[in-house]
């Protein structure tokens, strides 16, 4: 929604919102994109060419960390846990069993597949998992315990056999409930390192991190750059960058739980839109007014309020076909739907990362504990991908196996006059070479078969 005048279609007319509040501009956006990208480029580069003297580099420049060994021992793994209380292991064994039951539920709905689907032809496929895979934990700014339950154990109940797990030092060392919940969640190594020079290290390998196949977890706008000019070199889950949150409200909800709910995401950090979409003009005013109380009060106001002057948004719809028109345009990453009927925003969007319905609920009850998972796409990746989940661990390949002459001939004439429709002569001898040996037929070379 960042244009000068957005439009919502409903019922074919073209209407108009109102925006009571604005974010950041597209071009100063663009701007500070551009910034990030040659920072993270130079980075790359440096630890291709360097590797690990260049990660010290980066870790001690970013992080003021500069550890003997950057992969904790088995040793320092239990020493972290111990740091924690009894009730504090629960909660985190809590949280992770509502996030491996999900993840099972999901993995157990994917079968694999082999059918005879012509005589004698057998078509399959399996779902295998990746091989090795990293899994970034945001912990600089706010330790994000949440981010290793929602990847480590996942990749684990998809079945990765080798897990690596990372997050940057919190305050000068380790924290230890990240690395409870690394451990707990079955990380094979835990590496204490963080941002770009993290990233870059596991996908490009250095002289002490081997590389990885895949890299996945939310990070900040570094940490998004870096596995966008990584893709291809590895694999990724999406593209997660700073977190948004959309709240759609009308009447059935008051202006202290559509600011708190704002507020709750706009502590991530001073690029985090948080946008409020309602019917409800008093709503949104009444909104307004809420969050620069909150803001009065908020103990991560600081971090907040930059969040809100520069990213954050309010908008008057006239009817529930605009806000649902305007909700698919934003495809936001999280959407909290607070209206007399959140369902019908279940039955006709399109476009979020997750959906949060009604008011008992919320998004931090997803980012840290239902059992859903919180790596989920921004930037309006929403049109075209869902978040994070046991499929994307795996790779869905398909097998082919013929059983009869009778189907090798059959299937060969059909596949021989249409590479010779193609052009592809080469293509096409792998189907006559079948027709002569299990066809019994008189094939020229590089020439189509005629004939049923």
């Not at 000068?4 to 597209?26: M, S, T």
């Not at 091989?131 to 990765?160: D, E, F, R």
């Amino acid at each position: 929604m960042r244009a000068a005048q957005r439009r919502a279609i409903a019922h074919e007319e073209v209407v108009f919102i109102r925006y009571l509040k604005r974010g950041q501009d597209a071009d100063a956006a663009a701007a500070a994109d551009a910034k990030v990208r040659a920072t993270v480029e130079s980075i790359i580069s440096d630890i291709q060419a360097r590797g690990d003297a260049a990660v010290r580099r980066y870790s001690q420049q970013f992080d003021r960390w500069d550890p003997q060994d950057f992969a904790l021992s088995q040793d320092q793994i239990r020493a972290a846990v111990r740091e924690l209380s009894a009730g504090q292991i629960e909660d985190i064994k809590f949280a992770q069993v509502q996030i491996r039951n999900f993840a099972q539920i999901q993995r157990d709905s994917m079968r694999d597949v082999e059918v005879e689907k012509l005589p004698g032809v057998i078509l399959g496929h399996r779902h295998i998992p990746v091989n090795h895979v990293s899994c970034y934990i945001l912990g600089g700014k706010y330790p994000l315990i949440a981010s290793a339950h929602m990847s480590v154990l996942t990749a684990k109940v998809a079945g990765v056999p080798r897990v690596v797990s990372t997050a940057p030092p919190y305050q000068g060392r380790p924290h230890p409930a990240i690395v409870a919940a690394m451990h707990f969640a079955g990380a094979d190594e835990i590496l204490v390192l963080g941002g770009v020079q993290a990233v870059a290290a596991m996908a490009i390998s250095t002289q002490s991190i081997e590389p990885v196949d895949m890299i996945v977890g939310p990070g900040n706008m570094f940490v998004a750059e870096a596995k966008r000019q990584l893709y291809g070199r590895v694999g990724i889950d999406l593209f997660a960058g700073p977190t948004e949150t959309l709240i759609i409200a009308d009447e059935s909800v008051d202006g202290e739980m559509c600011a708190v709910d704002l507020l709750g995401q706009a502590e991530h950090g001073p690029t985090s839109p948080a946008v409020l979409l309602t019917n409800s003009e008093k709503l949104a005013q009444d909104s307004l007014i809420e969050v620069e109380r909150q803001l009065s009060r908020l103990p991560t106001a600081p971090i907040a309020s930059q969040s809100w002057a520069a990213h954050g948004e309010v908008i008057v719809c006239d009817t529930i076909d605009e806000m649902i028109a305007a909700a698919d345009e934003i495809a936001s990453e999280h959407v909290q739907v607070m209206t007399a009927d959140p369902d019908l925003f279940l039955r006709r969007m399109t476009n979020y990362g997750a959906l949060i319905l009604g008011p008992r609920t919320n998004v931090s009850f997803g980012d840290k504990v239902i059992g859903t998972n919180h790596t989920l796409p921004t930037n309006k990746n929403a049109r075209y991908t869902g978040g994070l989940w046991v499929g994307k661990f795996l790779k869905t390949c398909t097998y082919q196996r013929v059983l009869t002459d009778e189907a090798s001939a059959r299937i060969g004439a059909v596949c021989s006059r249409l590479c010779h429709m193609e052009n592809f002569a080469g293509h096409g001898e792998q189907a006559n070479l079948r027709m002569r040996r299990y066809g019994k037929r008189d094939v020229p070379w590089y020439e189509p078969v005629l004939g049923a």
